[in-house]
């Protein structure tokens, strides 16, 4: 029962280099989320799905990217990472938004030079 | 504006103590309440969560948590810390209105002494 699985789980990239985040539930979630965790800052969204083939925008959503070509995945992309983009992303799903908890991954520990 | 707050960064208790950790929110209707811990390195895990009916709920690894609409509080709590407890604890609301439907609180990290 692997339930909510990120990869990688650490990257290093330099400023200006691109990158994919994937994140895997097997649930049969409708809904999933990218988070990102900054010390003090608690959990921020970054983009959000409803279904297979939607993404919508979250709280800080400038510089990411995002795809969810097949219900189980959830992709978060940057084109060109910042210094500011170094932090720790969670991908989440749940049955139902905002009634449901979330199902949470291990994260993804993100160092941008 | 819908908002949580837990007002306590880092608390430090000694093994065996009582805990209790605040969580306060902010929003119109009945709210979906959630307590997750996240242990270093790990992802966050429910330990419980409030829909509606018994205001006490009990969650996984001895805690509880006490809604009171009043004070607009859901407090979690544990009768008796274990070291294995150390990690940081976040409330959340869960909403059905808005267009984030879930919001964290900032999270408390709590120590526990041998």
């Known amino acids: 029962n692997a339930g909510v699985t990120q990869t990688p789980k650490f990257r290093v990239l330099k400023t200006g280099q691109s990158m994919t985040l994937l994140c895997a539930q097997d649930?049969?979630?409708?809904?999933m989320y990218w988070y990102r965790q900054d010390p003090g800052m608690g959990l921020r969204l970054i983009h959000y799905?409803?279904?297979?083939?939607?993404?919508a925008k979250g709280e800080v959503p400038d510089g990411y990217n995002v795809s969810r070509l097949k219900k189980q995945n959830f992709l978060l992309g940057l084109e060109s990472a910042a210094p500011s983009q170094t932090s720790v992303y969670f991908c989440?799903?749940?049955?139902?938004?905002?009634?449901?908890?979330?199902?949470f991954g291990n994260g993804t520990r993100l160092t941008v030079t | 504006a819908q908002s949580v707050t837990q007002p306590d960064i880092h608390i430090t208790v000694s093994e065996g103590a009582s805990l209790e950790l605040r969580c306060n929110y902010s929003?119109?209707?009945?709210?979906?309440l959630f307590w997750y811990v996240q242990s270093p390195g790990q992802g966050l895990q429910l330990l419980l969560k409030?829909?509606?009916?018994?205001?006490l709920v009990q969650g996984i690894k001895g805690f509880e948590a006490e809604f009171k609409r009043s004070q607009s509080s859901f407090n979690l709590r544990k009768p008796s810390v274990h070291w294995s407890d150390a990690a940081e604890y976040f409330c959340?609301?869960?909403?059905?209105?808005?267009?984030?439907?879930?919001?964290f609180g900032t999270g408390t990290r709590l120590k526990v002494l041998a």
């Open positions: 989440a799903s749940s049955q139902r938004t905002g009634v449901s908890p979330l199902h």
């Open positions: 409030y829909f509606s009916g018994d205001t």
């Open positions: 959340a609301v869960g909403t059905t209105s808005g267009t984030y439907k879930y919001i």
């Open positions: 929003y119109g209707a009945t709210p979906y």
């Open positions: 799905s409803v279904g297979e083939g939607t993404t």
């Open positions: 649930m049969n979630h409708e809904y």
